[in-house]
């Protein structure tokens, strides 16, 4: 044990407290996706469910998506996994605060990733402390409640909600990411693979605009693989 | 419609799950060091900047220019919650006077 050690309750406050602006962005989120999955005929405990077992919003999007759009269940499941293929990249850069941690400890921490974990990770960074399993596990599950309570208040309003739009709640998502990239910036060594990634994405996605999720993952595998091959200093 | 909804929740739970353990369980067998450690290390950040570049692809002019300030905003205090909050009351703000 280190000699810095806090007590694992604390750290999953800090990682709750820490997680708060993901869990607002998110929020919003998750109220919309309860409204159209309403509409679509899931019924409350199935959006309930599809929150807690799948817990990614774009994913869950998507699968609804194809649904209605009567593509299938192997359509829903596959686009949805497609587009979840990044969190792989996640749980990845998660090693270090999961290896040498028992294993119900890695099954819980691996279930409560997501693209959240990134600016959770960064936010722990940059207090200098490690980014701990304890301080993840906070900050994922107090996402994951935030996330399965208000797809499902979204799911029972389904009606009569004031129009997000209206207090730029919509924009909220978009501005987390945005605001994420400055602490996630390394130094120059990430000039390249930077472009790379944001390059690929732009012409992938507006040569195949339906295959977006697949330029997600081709643009941050690209990005990485140049930031391998060329020797940053 | 009923089964195929319970159905995609739990096929899509199962593939979502897999995907979790599978990154993880990738990292475990690649080198710490050298070029495989460069390239996991530049990750985070790869992705990050391909989902702002896919978000920027779909925002409207708006969005773009509110984009920008959010990022301006963040460069200067580093600050997530400051900066997420100020691009909301811009965009609404902007929605106000009838951008």
Same mark, same amino acid.
């Given at each position: 044990?280190?000699?810095?050690?806090?007590?694992?309750?604390?750290?999953?406050?800090?990682?709750?407290?820490?997680m708060l602006p993901m869990t607002l962005a998110?929020?919003?989120?998750?109220?919309a996706f309860g409204l159209l999955a309403t509409?679509?005929?899931?019924?409350?405990?199935?959006?309930?469910?599809?929150?807690?077992?799948?817990?990614?919003?774009?994913?869950?999007?998507?699968?609804?998506?194809?649904?209605?759009?009567?593509?299938?269940?192997?359509?829903?499941?596959?686009?949805?996994?497609?587009?979840?293929?990044?969190?792989?990249?996640?749980?990845?850069?998660?090693?270090?605060?999961?290896?040498?941690?028992? @294993? @119900?400890?890695?099954?819980?921490?691996?279930?409560?990733?997501?693209?959240?974990?990134?600016?959770?990770?960064?936010?722990?960074?940059?207090?200098?402390?490690?980014?701990?399993?304890?301080?993840?596990?906070?900050?994922?599950?107090?996402?994951?409640?935030?996330? *399965?309570?208000? $797809?499902?208040?979204?799911?029972?309003?389904?009606?009569? *909600?004031?129009?997000?739009?209206?207090?730029?709640?919509?924009?909220?998502?978009?501005?987390?990411?945005?605001?994420?990239?400055?602490?996630?910036?390394?130094?120059?060594?990430?000039?390249?693979?930077? *472009?790379?990634?944001?390059?690929?994405?732009? $012409?992938?996605?507006?040569?195949?605009?339906?295959?977006?999720? @697949?330029?997600?993952?081709?643009?941050?595998?690209?990005?990485?693989?140049?930031?391998?091959?060329?020797?940053?200093? | 419609?009923?089964?195929?909804?319970?159905? #995609?929740?739990?096929?899509?739970?199962?593939?979502?799950?897999?995907? +979790?353990?599978?990154?993880?369980?990738?990292?475990? +067998?690649?080198?710490? #060091?050298? /070029?495989?450690? +460069?390239?996991?290390?530049?990750? /985070?950040?790869?992705?990050?900047?391909?989902?702002?570049?896919? &978000?920027?692809?779909?925002?409207?002019?708006?969005?773009?220019?509110?984009?920008?300030f959010v990022l301006l905003i963040a460069v200067? #205090? +580093?600050?997530? /919650?400051?900066?997420?909050?100020?691009?909301?009351?811009?965009?609404?703000?902007?929605?106000? &006077?009838?951008?």
């Amino acid at each position: 044990m280190s000699q810095d050690d806090i007590s694992p309750i604390a750290e999953i406050l800090l990682g709750a407290r820490d997680m708060l602006p993901m869990t607002l962005a998110a929020s919003t989120y998750g109220i919309a996706f309860g409204l159209l999955a309403t509409q679509s005929g899931f019924s409350l405990l199935q959006i309930l469910s599809m929150s807690a077992f799948v817990y990614g919003g774009s994913a869950q999007l998507v699968a609804l998506d194809q649904l209605v759009a009567g593509a299938g269940v192997g359509a829903a499941v596959l686009a949805g996994a497609a587009l979840n293929m990044r969190v792989l990249l996640i749980t990845a850069s998660m090693r270090d605060a999961m290896v040498g941690r028992p @294993w @119900w400890q890695v099954l819980m921490g691996v279930y409560l990733a997501t693209d959240a974990s990134i600016a959770l990770m960064q936010t722990g960074k940059s207090r200098r402390a490690l980014s701990s399993y304890w301080y993840l596990f906070g900050g994922g599950t107090s996402l994951l409640i935030a996330w *399965i309570f208000t $797809t499902s208040i979204g799911g029972i309003l389904s009606k009569g *909600i004031p129009d997000p739009t209206r207090f730029g709640l919509d924009f909220a998502l978009v501005a987390v990411f945005v605001a994420m990239l400055p602490g996630l910036w390394r130094g120059r060594a990430d000039i390249l693979p930077w *472009i790379v990634a944001g390059g690929t994405v732009l $012409t992938f996605a507006t040569m195949f605009p339906a295959q977006s999720s @697949w330029a997600l993952i081709l643009g941050a595998v690209l990005g990485g693989v140049t930031a391998g091959v060329v020797r940053g200093d | 419609m009923e089964t195929e909804i319970w159905l #995609t929740i739990l096929g899509l739970g199962v593939a979502s799950y897999a995907i +979790r353990l599978g990154g993880f369980l990738l990292a475990l +067998r690649l080198p710490r #060091t050298g /070029p495989w450690a +460069r390239g996991m290390d530049a990750l /985070p950040g790869c992705l990050i900047m391909s989902l702002v570049a896919l &978000m920027m692809l779909k925002a409207g002019p708006l969005e773009q220019v509110a984009s920008l300030f959010v990022l301006l905003i963040a460069v200067k #205090t +580093r600050n997530l /919650p400051i900066s997420m909050i100020a691009g909301m009351i811009f965009v609404a703000g902007a929605r106000l &006077m009838g951008f």
